[in-house]
């Protein structure tokens, strides 16, 4: 499928990574800023591992899964994506894009309100010129999540907030990838939706052996989302480890912080 090996390489391959951005200056005499949105970040996650990456508003999350994805350029370091290095600007990604998927935050934008759900989900296989049945592949993977038989001839706005989230999700892996990347994927749905769809989740992890990451701002749902967690603050990251033990003895200062405020919240568990 990919122009990559698979092997015993981990799934994805962080090595030094930094980014930075530079902001032209907004008043006349103002000068060019350079924000470090990634300080010297390595990790490793390997191929079937859920993790979940943890961090106050800023601290690089985003821009953290944006290189893993190949969607914005190191200022410095590798990202590799088993076992071959992800060059944004230089190579074509169409490799990394069929074996990578992403589903956002926000499940009222996300999605054209004048194409169907059927066309908004075979664009991955459109664009990744995948061969067979699109529209058989796009009805399954509708089935898979949840929804009415009829989805795909229905447009956005016949589906509620959750259903376009199990909706986005179908999306996300109707081409077969090999990681999903959620960016905030149920904060924007209320508690008992919130809970199915990370059950979905975690259901299409297990059936297809997928590699699971992240980014949450809800320290109460990682323990149901990821074995392991990754903890971020300005742009770097400041504990990894299994999340039973990040979330009961927190070796962080700012990972105790964000411990200790959220068992501060009234009738918050751990167990979510
Ligand atoms: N395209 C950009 N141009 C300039 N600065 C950027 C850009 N993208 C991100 N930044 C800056 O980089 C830093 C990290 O941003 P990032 O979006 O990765 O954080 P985050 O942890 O995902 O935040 P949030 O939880 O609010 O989404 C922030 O200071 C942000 O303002």
Request: aromatic share 4%; with cysteine.
């Amino acid at each position: 499928m990919g122009a990559a090996p698979r092997g015993d390489h981990p799934l994805v391959e962080l090595a030094g990574v930094s980014k930075e951005f530079r902001t032209p200056p907004r008043k006349l005499f103002e000068r060019a800023q350079t924000v470090c949105a990634l300080t010297d970040v390595s990790l490793t996650i390997a191929r079937g591992e859920s993790v979940a990456i943890v961090g106050e508003s800023g601290s690089g999350k985003t821009t953290l899964v944006r290189q893993m994805l190949g969607l914005s350029t190191p200022t410095a370091g590798t990202v590799r994506f088993d076992g071959v290095e992800v060059v944004p600007r230089s190579r074509d990604l169409g490799w990394l894009r069929r074996r990578t998927g992403l589903v956002f935050q926000d499940p009222y934008s996300s999605f054209n309100p004048r194409r169907t759900i059927g066309q908004s989900v075979a664009e991955p296989l459109e664009g990744s010129a995948i061969p067979g049945d699109h529209g058989e592949m796009v009805r399954a993977v509708l089935e898979r999540v949840g929804l009415p038989h009829d989805a795909a001839t229905r447009y956005p706005d016949a589906f509620s907030g959750g259903q376009r989230q199990r909706i986005a999700v179908a999306r996300a892996i109707v081409h077969g990838p090999e990681l999903l990347v959620g960016d905030e994927p149920v904060s924007a749905l209320d508690v008992l939706v919130r809970a199915r769809v990370l059950d979905l989740l975690a259901e299409l992890r297990r059936e297809f052996g997928l590699t699971l990451v992240t980014i949450t701002h809800d320290l109460g749902i990682v323990p149901k989302l990821a074995e392991r967690t990754i903890v971020m603050q300005g742009g770097r990251i400041v504990e990894d480890g299994l999340t039973a033990d990040l979330l009961t003895a927190p070796k962080h200062p700012y990972t105790q912080q964000l411990v200790a405020s959220r068992l501060r919240l009234p009738g918050t568990t751990w167990r979510g």
